[in-house]
């Protein structure tokens, strides 16, 4: 087992589901915290998800490592005094429920603060704790769809939503940065505080740019699809045997690119001298690009960019993704064990090399229920209240 230290001693209770309360756990997992995730009896939801057999699915897998399982009937009244044992102990509570929902289970942060004054909450809601849709639920695609970035990123009239859940990671990753900050204030400070982000929250600060051009100067954008409207030629393109993502800005680039194209006219345009020119010229730009790449293969293409130091990315099918070289020498998968499944699964680790901390996965996946005996007993349970509650259905 590797060991963590950046949060060594500090403990985390993860109350909270799907992706972006359990990614935020797990973050801070990564970087050594005790994260104790709170589930229903048999398992929650997310567990389930893209299942994979066993007790455990994709979605679950990729947020769940370093992870110990307690299994909690939360609607028993006995709950209550496990979770104010465990909240006593604890530095920083994640839950991803509406404001309600929180005040419902007692996890809202008036009651956390009357059992430990200086807990750390880090809440994630859909649309902010504030607000008309404050009490509403909801996933990673609202997010994409209300910020307008599902509106730019299809075409005009057919609106298109990414597969990749960004929303729901970025969420985490706002969420484990500001609990972050939260301890290093509480280190100096004593005090904890209410963390609170949301998936509106998070699409609108991915889609920034787009909204500030809006605001500033009422652009009124639509959707290009892959093609990029800020410059060109920046779109995928269809080689002799796949596909490339081509990305250019800015002018030493451009010119390199004309250099691989062999369109030296391109630098004599003066209607081609700048990112937002080229970017009003895209159409042209890319048809010319897409011409030259459809003859050529995809390792052509890479090896001639690569040269001049253009950048370009070959279109990869998930299957390729998992096994191309670039990926293994960077050691982004890691094998862990998951509960019912005979072989190992493949995860993407912490993708964030330390010079000084050894981050990381350092244990499997839990299985339902795996730690709750253990994690009781460390609270001050008896074997026989342990047993009492397990045979009454609390744990």
Not at 15 to 27: D, E, H, K, N, Q
């Amino acid at each position: 087992m590797r060991e963590t230290n950046i949060l060594s001693g500090i403990r985390v209770l993860d109350f909270s589901r799907y992706i972006a309360g359990p990614y935020c756990a797990a973050l801070l997992g990564y970087l050594g915290a005790d994260v104790i995730r709170i589930e229903k009896a048999g398992g929650s939801e997310d567990r389930f998800v893209v299942p994979l057999g066993g007790d455990g699915g994709a979605v679950f897998a990729q947020s769940a490592g370093n992870k110990r399982s307690v299994c909690l009937n939360l609607k028993d009244p006995r709950s209550k005094d496990v979770i104010r044992r465990l909240v006593s102990a604890a530095d920083v509570v994640v839950v991803n429920h509406p404001p309600a929902g929180l005040r419902e289970l007692g996890l809202d942060y008036a009651s956390l603060t009357a059992i430990k004054p200086d807990i750390i909450l880090t809440t994630q809601t859909a649309y902010g704790h504030t607000g008309p849709w404050a009490e509403r639920g909801g996933f990673d695609g609202i997010g994409q769809v209300m910020s307008g970035a599902t509106y730019f990123s299809g075409t005009e009239g057919s609106p298109m939503k990414t597969a990749v859940p960004y929303v729901d990671f970025g969420t985490a990753l706002y969420s484990a940065f500001a609990t972050l900050a939260a301890l290093y204030q509480k280190r100096e400070t004593g005090a904890g505080q209410h963390v609170q982000a949301s998936l509106l929250g998070t699409a609108m600060a991915f889609f920034s740019p787009i909204l500030i051009e809006q605001a500033a100067v009422a652009r009124n954008r639509v959707g290009s699809g892959n093609r990029s409207q800020t410059s060109a030629p920046s779109d995928v393109f269809a080689t002799a045997d796949g596909h490339v993502l081509l990305h250019v800005v800015g002018n030493g680039i451009f010119r390199r690119l004309a250099r691989v194209l062999d369109r030296e006219d391109w630098l004599a345009d003066d209607t081609l001298q700048s990112d937002d020119a080229r970017g009003e010229a895209r159409d042209r730009i890319c048809a010319a690009v897409a011409q030259w790449c459809a003859t050529r293969s995809t390792a052509e293409i890479l090896d001639k960019m690569a040269a001049l130091g253009v950048p370009c990315g070959p279109v990869l099918k998930p299957a390729e993704a998992l096994v191309h070289p670039q990926a293994a020498a960077m050691d982004f998968f890691s094998r862990i064990p998951l509960p019912g499944l005979a072989d190992d699964a493949t995860v993407v680790d912490f993708p964030v090399a330390m010079s000084g901390a050894d981050v990381g996965l350092h244990s499997g996946i839990p299985a339902t229920g795996e730690h709750s005996a253990a994690v009781l007993a460390e609270h001050g349970y008896s074997d026989e209240e342990i047993a009492a509650f397990r045979r009454d259905g609390v744990i």
